[in-house]
């Protein structure tokens, strides 16, 4: 079975992802994707090259990711423009890996992918797992992890679809609101659930 796998940033979505590893889900998680496909020599790497040009690249060749994001995030077109070489690139990857997997006969693989809902990637999974957690701990567990200010991470949490809608949509919830523990019993009756389904 394929499932995506999501949730609001900072509601326990990696620790989500690690326990359903553990549980030998093979993991395929979009943000290490995203790293793999700009290396060096990869298509993508190229036409972000060749877009932004040469002022982008460190000694090494790598893509200097500060300054690049430095001028992204402060314009919308090039945002786009980086979008649309990054984004086909990763999806065409995780389908590769997917049909990998497939062809291997594992039981349960996982596609990773944060913003599953906000880039309309349901259609390349049959079920959809939400990690949920309530919108003030999001908050406190997001200031806390990135060292923000209430309004830093109230403004990177308005930029995703709210928490509250992503459970609604979800096919499953994990509620981790409480401790690892409750989590686990979730995960491992989500497994039982996914896995016995015929």
Not at 173 to 182: A, C, F, P, Q, Y
């Amino acid at each position: 079975m394929i499932i995506g796998l999501t949730g609001g940033i900072a509601c326990g979505k990696s620790t989500v992802s690690r326990m359903l590893a553990e549980r030998e889900a093979r993991i395929i998680d979009a943000d290490i994707i995203a790293r793999e496909v700009v290396r060096p020599g990869e298509e993508a790497w190229s036409l972000i090259a060749e877009h932004f040009g040469q002022s982008i690249l460190l000694p090494n060749q790598e893509i200097d990711r500060a300054r690049l994001g430095k001028l992204v995030f402060s314009d919308e077109k090039a945002r786009l423009i980086l979008n649309g070489i990054v984004h086909p690139a990763v999806r065409k990857r995780m389908r590769e890996l997917t049909a990998h997997a497939v062809a291997e006969g594992i039981p349960l693989i996982v596609l990773d992918i944060p913003l599953l809902y906000e880039s309309g990637l349901e259609y390349m999974v049959e079920a959809v797992v939400v990690v949920y957690c309530t919108p003030e701990q999001q908050l406190k567990r997001l200031m806390k992890r990135n060292g923000l200010s209430r309004e830093e991470a109230l403004r990177r949490i308005a930029s995703q679809i709210p928490v509250e809608e992503k459970k609604k949509r979800a096919s499953y919830v994990i509620d981790n609101s409480g401790t690892l523990e409750e989590t686990e019993r979730q995960v491992n009756k989500l497994i039982q659930r996914l896995v016995a389904s015929p």
